[in-house]
């Protein structure tokens, strides 16, 4: 039986009809049956595989049929001169090539005279633009680009910020496709020179939320303006949403953590509440804070920004031993003087404050309380100055620390009392417990430390030693303290609060938001740290927290980094080298070290 010569997903094959249906023989050698309609019948048979095509007359067919359709039988006699299997398939591949004539059906149109120079246009374009891009891309891998290259640069600079999902530029470079490669040219160029990418690869919005502040609604509030009250924080501070007083009361204490009332403004599923949920919290960069909700509202509610501010007041009763007796919560008018931590230290009437949280971490302590007093500094940068700034550890910082802890304990306790659904901040035990004294000790109990998590059900949190503990003295700043908030003035008011599943689902989508804001927070500090470092250079004291071979890893207290350097000789942990900064790669945010 004589076989037919047909087209195949593109490629000849030979045709038989066997019941009904083909079948094939593909130029592999391989046998399939398919039906009829899949495939494209070029010539009757007998035909082989073996297609070698004759020298044709195209131009002068296609100046013939200008605009017509024939078949491609007609198209293979014009150009040929012959309907043969060679010629079949010939006229084919002129149609499958596009210059002149285009396949349509089972048919060829010959295309117009405009049609035919619009597509050689095309052409000429795309082939300068194939030419420049080469050219370009080859001054880029000499360091000379001109000002023409400039689109290839504004395309590496989006895949740098991760605005794109591959650079052809990379490629054609013969460079990884990876935002690191990317930030390493632009830097290699001068393009780039301290441009920090990581908020902007990760999805981070970097301007402050457009939305109108509504005004504060009339409601009943505690005047509690005639009471002294200290919003305690680091030197610049912009967002005060804490303040504190604390006085003894027989045989304890009362203490007052005034907390800035924003669930007053910003109601669940309000726009402010979708925008802050969608923020997750505050973005601290060291060349500034990209809030989670519009300046206006830490303006309206920031406390000591006016004469008097509203709050949401914890009002506790603590014994001597620092156990929660009793609390009460409400909303109140405070008049609050604004210190640093250094400001604290020399304030009058702290005292009972100082005392209250000693007491309150005895008892944690004893609860088994994990603390951790590694180095920390903190990074400014303000216009071309950079700061690394190690930050004292003041004892203040203890007094405002536990007094925030004990209202994050007692709000929790009230929620689980009255069944009020809540975000529960929760810490399984550590893997183990490292004895000893020393940054050591610290560095090797820090890595034993489970991940805190935020759950919609109370659990312990085992690294504060406390059973209960959520987090409600940061509603300017963190969006799950937010949403605590909104829980307890619904309580206070009578009114429906968010059911457990709404928590939930809040729950994880600040959650998933809050760790991109970590990772930005994070690589954007060492990011700018080495930068300093480039520009500044640095010597200064290491200490030896870990040993892994002959490698030693150094936490450097000054700049709140470590390093990784090679022993020449053995140390004993806790031994303090000096070390000398040599060099650092931004784009992959590492630094080199050696011993001096």
Known sequence: MNAALVIYRQKPALAWEKEGRLELLLPTGERVKVRPKDVLLLHPGPASLDLRVPEGEEEAAWELLKGERVSLRELAELVYGAYTPEAAYGAYLLAQRGERFVLEGEGVRARTEEERAALLRAREEKEARERAFREGVERLRKGTPLPEDRPLLQEVEAFALGERKESPVLRALGLAEAPEAAHGLLLRLGVWRRENPHPRRLGLPLSPPGLPVPPLPEEERADLTHLPAFAIDDEGSQDPDDAVW??????????????????????????????????????????????????????????????????????????????????????????????????????????????????????????????????????????????????????????????????????????????????????????????????????????????????????????????????????????????????????????????????????????????????????????????????????????????????????????????????????????????????????ALEARFALV
């Open 246 to 587: 604390a006085e003894r009361v027989g045989e304890g204490f009362r203490l007052y953590v005034h907390v800035a009332d924003v669930a007053a403004l910003v109601a669940p599923g309000s726009p402010l509440d979708e925008e802050a949920r969608r923020r997750g919290a505050n973005l601290y960069l060291p060349e500034g804070t990209v809030p989670m909700l519009p300046e206006g509202v830490t303006q309206a509610l920031g406390l000591g920004l006016q004469e008097t501010s509203p709050a949401l007041t914890f009002e506790l009763l603590v014994s001597e031993e620092g156990e929660l007796l009793e609390e009460r919560v409400y909303p109140s008018w405070v008049r609050v003087q604004r210190l640093t931590y250094r400001e604290a230290l020399e304030a009058e009437g702290l005292e009972a404050l100082k005392a209250l949280s000693e007491a309150f971490r005895r008892r944690r302590l004893a609860q088994g309380a994990v603390e951790l007093a590694l180095p920390e500094v903190k990074v400014r940068v303000e216009g071309e100055a950079i700061q690394v700034l190690p930050l004292p550890p003041y004892e203040s910082r203890v007094w405002v620390r536990e007094a925030m802890l004990l209202a994050g304990y007692a709000a929790a306790h009230l929620a689980l009392r009255e069944g009020l659904p809540f975000p529960f901040a929760t810490q399984e035990a550590p893997a183990r417990r490292v004895e000893g004294e020393g940054l050591s000790a610290l560095w090797e109990q820090r890595k034993a430390l489970k991940r805190a998590q935020l759950k919609a059900v109370p659990a312990p949190h085992r690294g504060l030693g406390l059973p209960l503990y959520a987090q409600v003295t940061s509603p300017l700043r963190r969006y799950l303290d937010l949403v605590a908030h909104q829980q307890l003035r619904a309580w206070l008011k009578g009114e429906r609060p968010l059911a457990q599943g709404e928590i939930l689902e809040r729950v994880g989508a600040a959650e998933a938001v809050a760790d991109l804001v970590r990772e930005a927070e994070r690589k954007s500090k060492l990011h700018w740290t080495l930068l300093y470092l480039q520009e500044k250079g640095y010597e200064g004291p290491g200490v030896l927290v870990e040993r892994r071979g002959g490698q030693g890893v150094f936490l450097l207290p000054e700049l709140g980094l470590t390093a990784q350097v090679a022993l020449p000789a053995p140390l004993p942990l806790d031994a303090e080298v000096r070390l000398r900064f040599l060099e650092a790669d931004l784009p």
